[in-house]
């Protein structure tokens, strides 16, 4: 075939490719122009899962008259005139491709009028033909419809899926755009039913972005999350990350705004988890809606044709602050996450929605930040007698050890239940952290160097690594293909059986069993050491020992989970007995 300049029609349907995937996209389009036109209602009607029709109205700015016409051209854009802009932009388009590409594949008309204007204008595109513009009543805002999606790109047409699947995947785009504008009112007609529909943020709503949040995703979201907010230089985060119990099996809630723009940014969703990092249980992912806030001329939103992934400049320097911010934030979590109620008295308890447990409502638990003291099983210190729970201790007094899993204590205004397991782990896991981190493991020589024995490949394994066990505190050697010589060991593990501890730590590691969501060789050694030595159960515990672990726990970051996510004590109030037996009504 000789050599030819491709017909404008067809070089819109390719570029179409781009932007224009499926109905979604289209609304994308459409709400994104609405919202750079500064409208504060924003109404979207959608008929057949958008193949029919999607309609988006909005009380923008509009567009004049004379300019119709060229807002349908490629490379049509009234948001950035020079390369200058382009690094700093701060509208949601910049492109000049969505409303030619639409108009491409689609019957489209786009109806305009200036605030303030006599009358409005209309233009409408349908097999490459332009109709000429065409005088319409003076209503401030635009109207774009767009009809019959892809009715002549077939190969297109069947990519597009079913009505429900196509209205779900618009409906998420419209909550994402919703929780990036708390200001606008937005509403989502499918045929008859409203999906979704927020209210304009009233101006005297001191928190116009939680409002949003709870109308969007429900209050529940907010009521298990905890709240974030930092700075650093350029870039500042706010927003809320939902507590590590309550992370879901998908990744269905994560929200994350640059500058007012919803993304889908690897770098960004990586900080994300690697803030969660040691306190998610295994495969679980965190709910969050964080909002981005960085100087525009130190991003590059033009990375991608859906703008959805991002180019930092600095971009070890965000990430780094957002990993650290979310770190920071769920370090010293001090919820303890509703736990499944199983007795039937706690069930019609829960019944009542008055009378349901306040399981959140905790005594602040003090977080210190000096050296946790070990935990002593054999210290013979008399249990402080039965007099009243001392307030100064927020997890109270141990007074039993239940079915060898759980601690009972009794704290002023209630009592606690521990699983003593998970707690111990937890405890023992920011010890051995907090000295690797300061480089300063206690450590002990062993009198005599214990040898263990182990398969040749396990031993391959632990030497491949061996940085990482020496970093924690062990010296490590092999004496033989099946032995392996220990001369020294963490102090904090020295009293432990270790041939049975080193045996379990590196079957663990060797299959990948380690369950820890923990970043990095080293604490992947630690938290698999941590989980071996902590006190498993039906050890009984004397109460010394359970009081012992509780004030270790008081003292202890992120005590309230252990390293796989999972809650370590819960506490259920005086007031909440009172209620169960209907005392005080
Ligand atoms: P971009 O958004 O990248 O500029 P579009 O093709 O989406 O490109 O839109 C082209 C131009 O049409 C915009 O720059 C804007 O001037 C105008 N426009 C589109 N939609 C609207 C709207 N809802 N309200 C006001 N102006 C609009
Ligand atoms: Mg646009």
Known sequence: MPIRILPDDLVDQIAAGEVIE?????????????????????????????????????????????????????????????????????????????????????????????RGAERGAE?????GAVTPVAPAPPVPGTTVEVRDLFYNVPARRKFVRSTATEIGAILRLVERLAL???????????????????????????????TRIDAVLGPEFRAQAIPISASAGPVAVSGWIGAPTAARARADLQFCFVN???????????????????????????????????DPTRVDVNAHPQKLELRFRESREVHDFLFRAVERALAPSRRVEVMPLQSDALRIAEADPRGAFDWRALAPTPVGTGPAPRLDHAAPVANPGLGPPGSEHPLGRALAQLHGIYVLAETVDGLILVDMHAAHERVLYEQMKRNLDTGSIPTQRLLAPLSVALRPHEID???????????????????????????????????????????????DLETGDARHHLDGAAHRLLGTLACRAAIHAHRRLTLTEMDALLRQMEVTERADQCNHGRPTWARIGLKDLDRLFLRGR
């Open 180 to 210: 990036a504008r708390p200001e606008v009112a937005f509403r989502l007609r499918h045929g008859e039913r409203i999906l979704l529909e927020t209210h304009a943020a009233a101006g005297t709503d001191p928190d116009p972005r939680a």
């Open 22 to 114: 499926r109905p979604a996209s289209v609304v994308k389009e459409l709400v994104e122009n609405s919202l750079d036109a500064g409208a504060r209602r924003v109404q979207i009607d959608v008929e057949q899962g958008g193949v029919g029709l999607i309609r988006v109205r909005d009380d923008g700015s509009g567009i004049d008259p004379g300019e119709l016409a060229l807002a349908l051209a490629r490379h049509a854009t009234s948001k950035i005139r020079s390369q200058d802009d382009l690094g700093g932009v701060v509208t949601l388009g910049f492109r000049g491709e969505a409303l030619p590409s639409m108009a491409s594949v689609s019957r489209f008309r786009i109806v305009s009028c200036l």
């Open 461 to 507: 394994h632990v030497l491949e690594s061996a940085a990482d066990w020496e970093r924690a505190g062990f010296e490590l050697e092999r004496l033989s293909p099946t032995e392996l010589v220990v001369r020294a060991v963490p102090a904090a593990l020295a009293r432990e059986d270790l041939g049975a501890l080193l045996r379990a730590a590196v079957a």
């Open 260 to 294: 007012g723009r919803p993304v889908r940014d690897r770098l960004l969703m990586n900080a994300v988890r690697l803030g969660y990092r040691d306190v998610l249980y295994h495969g679980r992912h965190p709910g969050y809606v964080l909002d981005l806030a960085i």
């Open 123 to 127: 233009i409408s595109v349908a097999g």
